[in-house]
């Protein structure tokens, strides 16, 4: 029998511990992209976003024998915060199961609502599979955190608010996702009522596991998840969430760390909020959509999911959001080895202020400098790196490079003499005590480590950029450890950036 989510959201049990949560206009970002952007400021619950919605709906229905017995659920984030909260208001007892590498800021919020927190594993996967156990063992109520009628109605319940909000044509709604809950919800709602209004969902392109499913017409588990936005990092969508995308959600756009970066910093700068990097995945997709599609004079909303920011997450978003708002380019430029030739170099940039300048000595007749650039847009730095080359100085782009903006930059000036057969690794490391010495221990003794780059970013991975003496005969060993050691890794030993500054 299929689900009649129009009535199951019109009749959701949210209220008594959600609000209605304004939508307000993003004045300085409307008048940029030409568009008037209302946001669904979801990060003014409670629990600082939507969660709790869905698992009050839930909850609420559990019969008083149900709830005595108690719940259990798995989650690093927002949804832990929801259920907790939840099970508070309702007298019931709560158990998380959470990562080990859940960050400690979260584990407290949790503990505030009085939860019994287990940690368990290093990823939600684990944590998933130790809560069925429990819930099994114990004879607990899983509590989950997108796949579920009810859940996904209690999300609906923003799609209401919307409409009831803004009576007024509609472009387009953005929602993020992960497993696809909230945007199941919301798109079940208003495609009931307006089904011209565009649903449009937005994914990382490192957790698009609902993208690769609906591309594919069934559902697709990727074998790993990127750990930036990790409110959506979510290797399997559900399997009614994947139903209900499949049948109303008109697109899904993904967007890169440093495009959600710059929209942190938009909605910031608009009002003073700072959004997690889930919750502005809305954001992001909706300027990526209106510049695609040359988009003017429309109404559109991006629901604003929420804002449990990790402090230390500040640094690496205020050094990417100006990458991923195209108002800094960086480059490798190739300038002569001569008095005044900085001076020359910096004549040419005219208005434009310098970033960041990196240079060490490495050769009497050329230096190669890693530089960054204040510029308006993209068109800009490619003019700027046609008048360098015209110029006679050796310009590429670096802006796009990964390793470049993670790494490079830091360690400019490394050249090492006498390593002949050095190899190149970024990895991921989980942040828990003992994951480096896993790492050391795994490794060959032969093997001399001749680099070593670790800057931590706030998030639960670090990531480490590692460089590796291997013999030539050494390699099938060397692939051995690799693939044994169940860290993500990538080959940088052929990026540009690499040979120009560091082999």
Not at 391 to 403: A, C, I, R
């Amino acid at each position: 029998m299929k689900t009649d989510y129009l009535k199951k959201i019109l009749t959701a049990q949210v209220y008594d511990v959600a609000i209605e949560t304004p939508l307000e206009l993003a004045p300085g970002l409307s008048k940029r992209i030409n568009n008037q952007l209302l946001l669904k400021r979801e990060d003014m619950q409670e629990v600082f976003s939507f969660k709790l919605r869905g698992a009050h709906n839930k909850m609420s229905k559990l019969s008083p024998e149900i709830l005595k017995r108690g719940v259990v659920t798995a989650s690093a984030g927002n949804h832990a915060q929801g259920v907790a909260l939840v099970a508070r208001r309702l007298n019931c007892k709560a158990t998380i199961v959470m990562p080990v590498t859940t960050p400690q800021i979260k584990i407290q919020a949790v503990e505030a609502y009085g939860a019994n927190i287990i940690l368990h594993g290093d990823s939600f996967d684990d944590a998933y599979a130790q809560a069925m156990k429990l819930a099994t063992q114990k004879k607990l109520t899983f509590i989950p955190p997108y796949d579920d009628p009810e859940i996904i109605a209690g999300q609906g319940t923003i799609g209401m608010e919307i409409l009831r909000q803004h009576t007024k044509p509609l472009h387009a709604v953005f929602v993020p996702i992960g497993g696809g809950g909230l945007i199941s919800g919301i798109a079940a709602y208003i495609k009931s009522l307006h089904p011209e209004i565009k649903i449009i969902g937005v994914e990382p392109v490192d957790s698009n596991a609902m993208y690769l499913s609906l591309q594919k017409g069934r559902r697709v588990k990727i074998p790993q998840v990127g750990v930036f936005a990790d409110g959506v990092a979510i290797k399997q969508v559900g399997k009614e969430t994947f139903r209900l995308c499949r049948e109303l959600v008109d697109e899904i756009i993904l967007v890169d760390t440093d495009a959600i970066c710059a929209a942190i910093k938009d909605v910031f700068e608009d009002t003073r909020v700072m959004l997690e990097p889930s919750g502005a995945l809305s954001i992001a997709g909706a300027k990526l959509y209106c510049c695609r599609e040359e988009l003017r004079g429309k109404t559109i909303v991006a629901v604003a999911s929420g804002a449990n920011m990790n402090f230390d997450r500040l640094r690496h978003v205020s050094e990417r959001a100006e990458i991923g708002e195209e108002r800094e380019a960086v480059m490798s430029v190739t300038i002569p080895e001569k008095p005044g030739s900085f001076k020359k170099f910096c004549s040419m940039l005219g208005t434009k202020s310098i970033t960041e300048f990196n240079y060490r000595y490495d050769d009497p007749k050329e230096a190669r400098v890693f530089v960054g650039v204040s510029v308006r847009n993209r068109n800009e730095t490619e003019k700027l790196i046609k008048l360098l080359e015209k110029n006679g100085l050796h310009t590429e782009n670096l802006s796009d490079n990964e390793m470049a903006k993670l790494h490079i930059r830091y360690l400019v000036g490394g050249h090492a003499s006498g390593i002949k057969n050095e190899v190149l690794y970024r990895f991921e490391f989980p942040a828990r005590p003992g994951a480096l010495m896993k790492f050391l221990n795994s490794m060959g003794h032969n093997w001399n480590i001749s680099l070593f780059h670790y800057r931590n970013h706030g998030t639960d991975y670090g990531r480490v950029l590692v460089g590796i003496d291997v013999p030539p005969g050494n390699h099938a060993k060397f692939k051995k450890f690799l693939s044994q050691l169940g860290y993500r890794y990538w080959d940088e030993s052929k990026n540009p950036a690499y040979k120009m500054f560091l082999s």
